[in-house]
């Protein structure tokens, strides 16, 4: 149980366009999801944190009106790269936490999708 | 503030040989913390986890002692295998915080 998907694994696209990732829980509800960043040997860092339902909260150094967060329903996030550039290629990885009492408050990791911007 | 300080790798080990990565923390509070480890292509999988001083988490032969007084939980393992290459990250959760503080991972190959 508790698996997390993400969609797509890679994607490449050109310098200005946007670009949407999904992170899914596919067998429990996500009250909470999370969006991280990983560049090349380095940590995750967390970008924003995600309600079913409400506005995204942003961290610190994160633009919001370029990593677009949705989170519609209990189940699905979205994460879109708006007019993105070759600064913005990394790894994004989304986790998600389930209801209280359930699963706990234990993230659950999606397996994260590379992001490569020409 | 929050953050974890992990040793810094690569670790590179030959079958069957002991396996200590160290990680250290600071918190503001009583924190929860976690090993996390990410195999080739994969996401963050939870290896094991303390939520209280003197726990010990274990899981697949690793362990990891909470060491209040050094703000430690570094993780072990007798005899690693080549199944177990892969990045471990130490991570901690405050209680008044939402999110998981990570360290920097550290990345280990097993040799046969």
């Known amino acids: 149980g508790a698996v997390v998907s993400q969609h797509p694994s890679r994607v490449i696209c050109k310098s200005g366009t946007s670009v949407k990732i999904e992170c899914r829980s596919l067998?429990?509800?996500?009250?909470?999801m999370f969006w991280y960043r990983q560049f090349p040997k380095q940590s995750l860092m967390l970008m924003a944190t995600?309600?079913?339902?409400?506005?995204?909260?942003?961290e610190q150094g994160v633009e919001k009106d370029k990593f677009l967060i949705n989170h519609a329903s209990l189940t699905l996030s979205t994460l879109t790269v708006t007019s993105a550039h070759p600064e913005d290629s990394s790894f994004y990885i989304c986790?998600?936490?389930?209801?209280?009492?359930?699963?706990?408050?234990?993230?659950?990791f999606g397996p994260g999708t590379r992001l490569t911007v020409t | 503030g929050n953050s974890v300080t992990q040793m810094e790798g690569p670790v590179t080990l030959s079958e069957e040989a002991f396996l200590t990565i160290n990680c250290t923390y600071t918190?503001?509070?009583?924190?929860?913390l976690f090993w996390y480890v990410q195999y080739p292509g994969e996401g963050l999988q939870l290896l094991l986890k303390?939520?209280?001083?003197?726990d010990k988490g274990s899981n697949k032969g690793f362990e990891a002692t909470y060491r209040k007084e050094t703000t430690s939980f570094h993780l072990e393992k007798g005899s690693v295998q080549v199944s177990d290459s892969a990045v471990y990250f130490c991570a901690l959760s405050d209680p008044g915080a939402n999110n998981l503080f990570f360290g920097t991972g550290t990345r280990l190959t097993v040799i046969p």
């Open positions: 995600s309600n079913e339902g409400s506005k995204a909260t942003y």
């Open positions: 303390a939520t209280k001083a003197d």
């Open positions: 986790s998600a936490r389930g209801l209280a009492g359930g699963l706990g408050y234990e993230q659950y």
């Open positions: 067998d429990f509800q996500a009250t909470t």
């Open positions: 918190a503001t509070g009583y924190p929860s």
